[in-house]
């Protein structure tokens, strides 16, 4: 699977472009100025907006949706998100999503409710509920190259997601880490800081042993 990390910048989530017959982008950053302008540019290195039909949003929080309705616009790509974080999208909830942390404000969305699997025309990627760092947060796994986009629910080197901002719930994201950690995993790659390739796993289980150590 060609996968290219096009974001990740100052406060920014990953944003993963999926080159594929039909390309898919894995969540959007803040959009906040020349952070959302790179994101694009990087973007168009690799493939013409136009030709992205689906993006696809892990969770609800500002790091990862604030761009998404500018994107959706340069692209005219179905929205997707998990029913159970649909509404604060919906509505642009600053609280619920953490916009305001961030010193932004969020954008209403025009959002569908996300199925079981993503259609990347030659690859096909399988929808996870991994509540627990939010109600609707979701990991997508692509069965073929093993390869696992993990949202806030595990990170690289073994830490987790928070649990404490509204919606938040430990016992769901220990249920989640426990989860993701049955899967066969190669690559992952999370919502912030670095992905690994190769080793997958490890990581996961490294985050399974740091969460299973605060009960």
């Known amino acids: 699977m060609d996968v290219h990390n096009v974001g990740g910048f100052g406060y920014d989530s990953n944003v993963y472009l999926i080159k594929s017959s039909k390309p898919i982008v ?18 168009e290195k690799i493939c013409s907006l136009k030709s992205i039909k689906t993006i696809v949003l892990t969770h609800m929080h500002f790091d990862h949706t604030g761009g998404a309705g500018k994107l959706q616009e340069l692209t005219d790509a179905n929205l997707l998100i998990h029913e159970d974080d649909a509404d604060h999208v919906r509505i642009g909830d600053n609280v619920a999503t953490g916009a305001r942390m961030f010193g932004g404000s969020m954008e209403r969305l025009n959002v569908s409710n996300i199925g079981r699997k993503i259609d990347g025309g030659d690859i096909t990627l399988k929808v996870i509920h991994t509540p627990g760092h939010s109600p609707g947060s979701i990991s997508l796994y692509e069965e073929k190259s093993k390869s696992l986009f993990s949202g806030d629910t595990v990170f690289a080197d073994g830490s987790t997601g928070r649990w404490d901002l509204i919606g938040g719930d430990y016992n769901q994201l220990l249920n989640s880490v426990r989860k993701l950690s049955k899967l066969d995993v190669k690559n992952l790659y999370p919502g912030h800081e670095r992905f690994v390739e190769g080793n997958g796993n490890e990581h996961i289980m490294m985050a399974l042993r740091f969460i299973e150590s605060i009960e």
């Open 26 to 43: 894995v969540d959007t950053g803040t959009g906040q100025g020349i952070y959302f302008k790179n994101m694009v540019e990087n973007i």
